[in-house]
């Protein structure tokens, strides 16, 4: 399976900053995922980001918000743009792995004070 | 739209014994596959087995077995042998084959599970 470096694990970080978040893939791949698990929540899917391509957002996100960045086939940043409160949750970053299934990075826990 | 469904938000088990989650999901395609993942507080996110809609056979991996209804679109997880390492949050997810659900996942709400010694 593929192996995932996300950073940083945690952060926390004032009302109205931005925070990016990094995925590194060990292999390459075509498409990225991004997710956000809100305190006590399931995964909700942000976006799907492939690399030459703008990224493709769910309903209920908007890339003014989330801006994505795939710049090639191993690497991907998440922005949380303009953070409040609300904010706070675990993002994390998936791939489909060989298997059939899907490889997730370790998260990213935030806090926005 | 796919939806999942978990209706069991936690549930408890003694180590050694066996315990099923449940999962429901609603469909209109008939190529899908279906996933467990275990979230330990660790929060990272582990495959504990998959399932293709189209293969008939149960899935298993060592302790963990499926027990996978098509036509009542259902997907219970069995864990059997629980130990401690169990503990976790669990969650049952589908994927579409194509089209624009390829490679998204849905997840349900989640089942926390606690293997007590």
């Known amino acids: 399976s593929a192996v995932i470096s996300q950073k940083p694990s945690r952060d926390i970080c004032q009302r109205g900053t931005s925070l990016t978040i990094q995925c590194q893939v060990d292999?390459?791949?075509?498409?990225m995922f991004w997710y956000r698990q809100q305190p006590g929540q399931s995964l909700t899917l942000i976006a799907t980001?492939?690399?030459?391509?703008?990224?493709?957002?769910e309903s209920g996100f908007v890339i003014d918000k989330f801006p994505i960045s795939r710049p090639n086939l191993t690497f991907s940043t998440l922005t949380v743009s303009n953070m409040s409160p609300e904010d706070s949750s675990i993002y994390l970053c998936?791939?489909?792995?060989?298997?059939?299934?899907?490889?997730f990075g370790s998260g990213t826990r935030l806090t926005v004070v | 739209a796919q939806t999942v469904t978990q209706s069991q938000p936690e549930m408890s088990v003694q180590e050694a014994e066996t315990v099923t989650l449940s999962c429901t999901y609603d469909?209109?395609?008939?190529?899908?596959?279906l996933f467990w993942y275990k979230q330990p507080p660790s929060r990272q996110m582990i495959l504990v087995i998959r399932?293709?809609?189209?293969?008939?056979q149960n899935a298993t991996e060592n302790r963990f077995s499926v027990n996978f209804q098509k036509a009542a679109k259902s997907f219970s997880l069995k864990i059997s042998d629980s130990q401690l390492g169990d503990t976790a949050m669990y969650f049952c997810?589908?994927?579409?084959?194509?089209?624009?659900?390829?490679?998204?996942?849905?997840f349900g709400q989640g089942t926390i599970l606690t293997v007590h010694p």
């Open positions: 998936s791939v489909e792995d060989r298997r059939g299934g899907y490889t």
């Open positions: 292999s390459q791949v075509t498409m």
């Open positions: 980001a492939n690399q030459g391509s703008e990224a493709t957002y």
């Open positions: 469909t209109s395609e008939n190529n899908y596959y």
């Open positions: 399932q293709e809609a189209y293969k008939q």
């Open positions: 997810a589908f994927r579409g084959a194509g089209g624009t659900s390829y490679g998204k996942l849905t």
